[in-house]
């Protein structure tokens, strides 16, 4: 079955630290690939998304992913966390299959530490 | 402001007690889903519409009912809830599937059946 994992339910990082966060999906064809962001007691916001052309997706808030189709994956990376970052992150694939079904995963919380 | 509204934000209900959970876009989306939260679980989808009269059953329709009469709206129904219904709901909307534009979702429907 298809699937997409996220590595870590929860990651921990200080502020001004990297972030990453880790998403591999099992798929053959190149789907398309998101980012969704969650806070608390709101709805998920798009934060970036990949379909065709440049591997390297720049997103809102300073995010960035990069499509390996080599490894299956689209980890999510931040050079420096901020306290606001504290969130959940669900990453999401569609088109697999040809079809128009988005799974996603999990989700991972990001916590910052002052 | 382009934006899906869910009503209500909160609810609780008893076993049995048929209900209605409304979604309504202003952006001209054919397709629109729901999708319940559920700790470590990710987003699961529920029902999908790819237009106004066309529906299809999601991975979790299992005590659910949709209709869409019109475009812009995707109201949820529970004939007969139960405990295990107990969850976060979300609905969702797309101008292409969600399969190239990534989603816009409503802020969320926390419903408790007890």
């Known amino acids: 079955a298809q699937s997409v994992t996220q590595l870590g339910s929860h990651v921990s990082v200080s502020e001004g630290a990297l972030v990453l966060l880790r998403c591999n999906y099992s798929?053959?064809?190149?789907?398309?690939l998101f980012w969704y962001v969650q806070y608390p007691n709101q709805g998920l916001q798009l934060l970036l998304k990949y379909t065709t052309g440049a591997t390297l997706v720049k997103g809102i808030n300073g995010f960035e992913a990069e499509f390996k189709k080599s490894e299956t994956s689209f980890h999510l990376t931040k050079p420096s966390a901020h306290m606001s970052d504290a969130a959940e992150y669900f990453c999401?694939?569609?088109?697999?299959?040809?079809?128009?079904?988005?799974?996603f995963g999990a989700g991972t919380r990001l916590f910052v530490k002052a | 402001e382009a934006q899906v509204t869910q009503n209500p934000r909160y609810l609780i209900t008893v076993t049995g007690k048929k209900l209605t959970v409304t979604c309504s876009q202003n952006m001209n989306h054919e397709y629109m889903s729901w999708y319940r939260q559920d700790p470590g679980l990710g987003l699961r989808q529920i029902y999908y519409?790819?237009?106004?009269?066309?529906?299809d059953k999601g991975d979790v329709p299992e005590g659910y009912k949709v209709s869409r009469k019109e475009k812009r709206n995707f109201p949820l129904i529970l004939e007969s809830p139960s405990p295990n219904q107990t969850s976060l709901y979300f609905c969702?909307?797309?101008?292409?599937?969600?399969?190239?534009?990534?989603?816009?979702f409503g802020s969320g429907t926390r419903l408790t059946v007890v």
């Open positions: 999401a694939v569609s088109g697999l299959g040809g079809g128009f079904k988005t799974i």
């Open positions: 969702a909307s797309s101008s292409a599937g969600g399969a190239n534009y990534g989603y816009t």
């Open positions: 798929s053959s064809v190149p789907p398309y």
């Open positions: 519409s790819m237009n106004v009269e066309v529906t």
